[in-house]
């Protein structure tokens, strides 16, 4: 097994004091830290379909982030400023009136691990709020918002709507949440949809690249 393989092996079953060892044992056999931090997105890609499968749960899904957060510590001065790595901003917030934060975090947490650097707007944040964000930040490819309750859907209709009607472009908007279904996505507006945290990277992934 190549150097690759095994830091992809060890992303996967999380073992965080591993990790930084191995990732420099692959770049001491020539591996580049793109190659590797490609790896292991694909580890935690994995990690989230095994999510989305219900064969492992948050504590397994946290235990591999953080595996993967410790091998990008040792990447990091290689990849300053090679924008080829990130896939750009995700502007992530839950919409108003909703103060639930464990989904938008776990979503968070993956989304940073494929490659999307976050802002984190917190939770109860207004659709205006949203819109700050994308014109005070450059390069926000993605807007996440996150409701948990029947209540607040109106809120994340509204931040939609009121996104797509701000004028600002290059960025598509993806929404999830207990609530949420594709349907209630699609009749408000939205790019993407996803069903939990470990759809939502995939689901992500995808929509920015449709930016290209």
């Known amino acids: 097994m190549s150097k690759l393989e095994e830091v992809k092996a060890m ?6 004091k591993l990790i930084p060892d191995l990732v420099q044992e692959a770049l001491d056999e020539g591996n580049s830290a793109q190659e590797i931090l490609k790896a292991m997105i694909d580890s935690m890609m994995v990690v989230g379909n095994k999510f989305s499968a219900g064969e492992i749960f948050v504590p397994e899904m946290l235990i591999a982030a953080k595996a993967m957060s410790r091998g990008i510590d040792v990447l990091k001065p290689l990849l300053a400023g090679k924008s080829s790595v990130s896939l750009g901003k995700c502007v992530i917030g839950t919409v108003a009136g909703d103060l639930h934060d464990i989904g938008k975090n776990l979503v968070s947490m993956m989304l940073e691990s494929a490659g999307f650097e976050i802002i984190d ?3 109860d944040v207004p659709a205006a709020k949203f819109v700050e964000a994308v014109k005070n930040n450059n390069n926000v490819t993605l807007v996440a918002c996150s409701a948990l309750l029947t209540t607040t859907l ?3 209709k509204e931040t939609v ?3 797509k009607s701000s ?3 290059g960025f598509k ?3 999830g949440g207990a609530q949420v279904s594709q349907e209630f996505a699609d009749s408000i ?12 990277a995939k689901k992500a992934v995808e929509l920015v690249k449709t930016l290209n």
């Open 11 to 16: 992303v996967e079953a999380g073992k965080s």
């Open 167 to 169: 004028g600002l472009t």
């Open 154 to 156: 109106p809120a994340m």
């Open 189 to 200: 507006g939205a790019d993407g949809f996803a069903p939990d945290a470990g759809l939502a």
């Open 161 to 163: 709507q009121t996104l």
């Open 173 to 175: 908007i993806i929404v």
């Open 121 to 123: 707007l917190g939770v």
